[in-house]
């Protein structure tokens, strides 16, 4: 009856439209209710120490570091190492686009902004080289979810808060599963673009190349300090952030010059807006943690999924197509925020590895960024390329395929998270 309940409120108040944050809150009403527990002093005691949380000080430092990064310059040369390296290529820009979106990942770990950011830049390049636009946004926008992957991811964060499960590690694992669905998205470019006649940047020179490296040594050192901080405990995932973003402060004032103190403002304010959205999830999200765990609904869904409890992979297989379903018609942090307390218990009964679940979590989430209709890096693709939703549909779908391919050999074979985990963290 509980588990029930919880769901049909929420589902009937995102139904009505209300917003994820504020239908969480109601869910934990009615729950209050059902257990004959409600006082308003446990929702606004939980909803503030929900936020109070030194990991989550990570979030708006990272927002921050992805706003600067975009402003000051560090976006565009990562492009440009991408455009000398592989642009001449055939199907160059194509390969540009994947290998930028990698290195911008281990920038931002936000993948709305990285999609946008390429989608603006080289959207129109590769349409001006013959490329099909419906594909070319449909690959852009695939590639923007490998930021929640390759850490400093926001999502890594979120998942790790909600979850208890450290926050380093997930970072440290998530490295070879974002660098794999990188892999898969070259394999699929490689076959769709096999038709297309398109014109061939010409090669650069060996100069040019590497003036071109040169010039972007400095965006591309913030990933190498990131992960070799980590890797040897210089820093927490709080404090890298907090490094990454006086980084990218000093290289776009100092080094590049292209930010100027004007902008500060503005650049500030966008990475609060986004910030503030974040935060106002979590915090109402940990009041209908706290009751689920008082409700024992994790409980409760192990006894409907018994049955699967001996198989672990099979009963990972269920979880992920029913994260897939929730991901169609949910954005990335609210599934995590909403499912984690439910089924982290779940995972736990079953032996099954906390950090490799969340990897699994996160990439599954990652994808339903681009599932229709809610996807929103895809709506986001959709606005900037100047496409209808049902012509990058059309676009993103063998993308699409190749992500979910990588996401099952994940399940299928665990070590392929564990091992390079466990050489990462010694």
């Given at each position: ?137 449909g690959l852009i926008a695939s590639g923007g979810i490998i930021a929640p992957i390759i850490p400093p991811s926001i999502g890594f964060i979120v998942f790790g808060v909600a979850s208890g499960v450290s926050i380093s590690k997930l970072f440290l694992a998530g490295i070879v599963p974002g660098i794999m669905l990188g892999g898969a998205l070259a394999i699929a470019w490689w076959f769709v673009s096999r038709s297309e006649n398109v014109e061939v940047p010409a090669k650069r020179s ?221």
């Amino acid at each position: 009856m509980t588990l029930a309940l919880f769901l049909g409120t929420l589902l009937g108040t995102m139904a009505l439209g209300i917003p994820i944050a504020f239908a969480l809150l109601m869910v934990s009403v009615a729950l209050m209710w059902q257990l004959d527990l409600f006082d308003a002093q446990i929702i606004a005691q939980n909803l503030l120490n929900g936020a109070d949380s030194f990991p989550l000080l990570a979030v708006p430092f990272f927002m921050l570091a992805g706003e600067i990064m975009n402003a000051g310059g560090l976006s565009k040369r990562i492009v440009n190492i991408a455009m000398a390296l592989v642009g001449h290529k055939r199907g160059g820009l194509g390969y540009v686009a994947i290998i930028a979106s990698c290195l911008l990942a281990s920038l931002s770990g936000s993948a709305v902004a990285d999609a946008a950011a390429l989608a603006a830049l080289l959207v129109p390049m590769m349409v001006q080289a013959g490329h099909n636009r419906e594909r070319a946004a449909g690959l852009i926008a695939s590639g923007g979810i490998i930021a929640p992957i390759i850490p400093p991811s926001i999502g890594f964060i979120v998942f790790g808060v909600a979850s208890g499960v450290s926050i380093s590690k997930l970072f440290l694992a998530g490295i070879v599963p974002g660098i794999m669905l990188g892999g898969a998205l070259a394999i699929a470019w490689w076959f769709v673009s096999r038709s297309e006649n398109v014109e061939v940047p010409a090669k650069r020179s060996r100069q040019e190349v590497i003036k071109t490296l040169l010039d972007g040594s400095w965006a591309m050192g913030l990933p190498i300090i990131i992960i070799v901080g980590l890797k040897f405990g210089i820093f927490t995932p709080t404090e890298a952030a907090v490094v990454a973003a006086v980084y990218a402060l000093f290289v776009s004032l100092v080094i590049y010059r292209e930010l100027k103190i004007s902008q500060l403002f503005e650049v500030v304010l966008s990475a609060a807006k986004t910030t503030s959205v974040v935060m106002l999830l979590v915090a109402a999200a940990m009041v209908s943690s706290w009751l689920v765990t008082i409700a024992d609904l994790p409980g409760q869904l192990t006894d409907l999924l018994e049955p699967f409890l001996e198989s672990p992979t099979l009963l990972l297989l269920m979880v992920m197509l029913l994260i897939i379903l929730v991901g169609m018609v949910m954005d990335m942090t609210p599934s995590i925020l909403i499912l984690t307390p439910v089924l982290m218990p779940v995972m736990k009964q079953a032996g099954i590895d906390p950090v490799y679940f969340g990897v699994l979590f996160l990439v599954n989430t990652s994808i339903g960024l681009i599932t229709p209709p809610v996807g929103t890096v895809l709506n986001v693709v959709c606005g900037v390329s100047k496409l209808r939703i049902d012509e990058i549909t059309r676009g993103v779908w063998p993308f699409l395929l190749a992500q979910v391919i990588v996401l099952i050999l994940l399940v299928l074979f665990p070590q392929l998270v564990l091992g390079p985990l466990k050489f990462f963290t010694g």
